[in-house]
């Protein structure tokens, strides 16, 4: 009996436990910002990156739907400054998404607005990038994307870092009140 102990605890001990999958950075972030604009009503959001002078992130939000964020550099970082005083966030926006130093935009599509996922489950449909030409959508098949798994997976968590810090500027915005 003890031996049959010994024999049962090693084999459990020689399988590797199985980790659950990690949520990606912009899920809890995801759901700090939305909860922030449902309670503020609104459905546009804006700030600058004091880490980076010239750039400005905003982002659009369709309750229960989507979130659309944008990053880019403005070529007239004052126009923009003073939009953000007036709180002219869907301008900004737009300016964001159309008017930006070339190279420089990054575009998210969050469907859902519940953070990036690498793989959607079923037939749900995917998160998107676009960064300077290149469009990703993150429906987890990296070949039809012509990308190694590794690649897919380096590129899904770039994506994601980079939406998380999106994210935060936001939610400081938020959170300052300013």
């Given at each position: 009996?003890?031996?049959?102990?010994?024999?049962?605890?090693?084999a459990?001990?020689?399988?590797?436990?199985?980790?659950?999958?990690?949520?990606s950075?912009?899920?809890?972030?995801?759901?700090?910002?939305?909860?922030?604009?449902?309670?503020?009503?609104?459905?546009?959001?804006?700030?600058?990156?004091?880490?980076?002078?010239?750039?400005?992130?905003?982002?659009?939000?369709f309750?229960?739907?989507?979130?659309?964020?944008?990053?880019?550099?403005y070529?007239?970082?004052?126009?923009?400054?003073?939009?953000?005083?007036?709180?002219?966030?869907?301008?900004?926006?737009?300016?964001?998404?159309?008017?930006?130093?070339?190279g420089?935009?990054?575009?998210?599509?969050?469907?859902?607005?519940?953070?990036?996922?690498?793989?959607?489950?079923?037939?749900?449909?995917?998160d998107?990038?676009?960064?300077g030409?290149?469009?990703?959508?993150?429906?987890?098949?990296?070949?039809?994307?012509?990308?190694?798994?590794?690649?897919?997976?380096?590129?899904?968590?770039?994506?994601?870092?980079?939406?998380?810090?999106?994210?935060?500027?936001?939610?400081s915005?938020?959170k300052s009140?300013?």
């Amino acid at each position: 009996m003890v031996r049959a102990l010994a024999v049962l605890i090693a084999a459990a001990l020689a399988v590797p436990a199985a980790t659950p999958a990690q949520d990606s950075k912009s899920t809890v972030l995801i759901k700090q910002l939305t909860q922030l604009l449902d309670q503020k009503k609104l459905e546009n959001i804006a700030a600058a990156d004091p880490q980076a002078p010239g750039t400005f992130v905003a982002a659009l939000y369709f309750p229960g739907t989507q979130l659309l964020a944008v990053s880019a550099n403005y070529a007239a970082p004052q126009l923009m400054a003073d939009r953000l005083v007036k709180k002219d966030y869907q301008e900004i926006y737009v300016d964001l998404s159309s008017a930006f130093v070339p190279g420089s935009k990054l575009l998210v599509m969050d469907i859902f607005a519940d953070g990036l996922i690498a793989k959607p489950k079923g037939d749900a449909p995917a998160d998107s990038i676009d960064k300077g030409s290149t469009s990703l959508s993150f429906d987890g098949d990296w070949k039809k994307a012509k990308l190694s798994e590794a690649d897919y997976t380096k590129a899904f968590d770039e994506a994601d870092a980079a939406y998380a810090h999106i994210l935060e500027l936001l939610i400081s915005k938020l959170k300052s009140g300013t």
